[in-house]
């Protein structure tokens, strides 16, 4: 088995290898970069494309999303294909730098999420809030304690929804 050394973004270190994750950041932070790498990482430790849910807030920001990820999965295949041509099976380890560590069946991984990419839920928070209440009706009444909160952004709300109301990862 001949092994293939693709560097990886180091902040990846710093996303928990379980459990969900919530990227916040202010405007040209490389959420959508982190995101990308994010989505590729999941996908070589054999997570499937459509398992995934990631959620943002405007229509274009979820188109570009869609877009980049897809770009990215393509550009690591491109990547890959490019080290098995040259015969780059050698580590070249730069001291600071992380790796993906790949074999034929990480390209085959992602090759199965790009066939399979129009399962990706990527969806802004208003779509993926009206597609629960479709699918369960039975299970969106009010209850006793269910909270009226007014004058916050939807921002606000799905900040504070991660923040108070998803429990955290086992």
Request: glycine share 8%; proline share 4%; charged share 25%.
């Amino acid at each position: 088995v001949i092994v293939y050394y693709i560097e990886k973004p180091g902040t990846l270190s710093q996303v928990p290898e379980m459990g969900h994750c919530v990227i916040e950041a202010s405007a040209g932070t490389g959420k959508t970069f982190m995101i990308q790498q994010l989505v590729l990482d999941l996908i070589l430790r054999g997570g499937k494309i459509g398992e995934f849910l990631v959620v943002t807030f405007t229509r274009e920001a979820t188109r570009e999303l869609r877009k980049r990820i897809f770009d990215r999965l393509n550009a690591f295949c491109e990547e890959y294909d490019a080290a098995v041509a040259n015969g780059q099976g050698e580590p070249r380890v730069d001291e600071g730098k992380s790796y993906w560590i790949c074999e034929s069946r990480h390209r085959e991984l992602v090759n199965h999420a790009l066939g399979h990419f129009y399962e990706a839920q990527i969806c802004t928070l208003d779509s993926l809030t009206q597609r629960i209440l479709r699918e369960n009706p039975d299970k969106t009444q009010m209850y006793g304690d269910a909270q009226v909160v007014r004058n916050m952004s939807s921002e606000q709300a799905f900040s504070h929804f991660m923040r108070e109301c998803v429990p955290d990862d086992p």
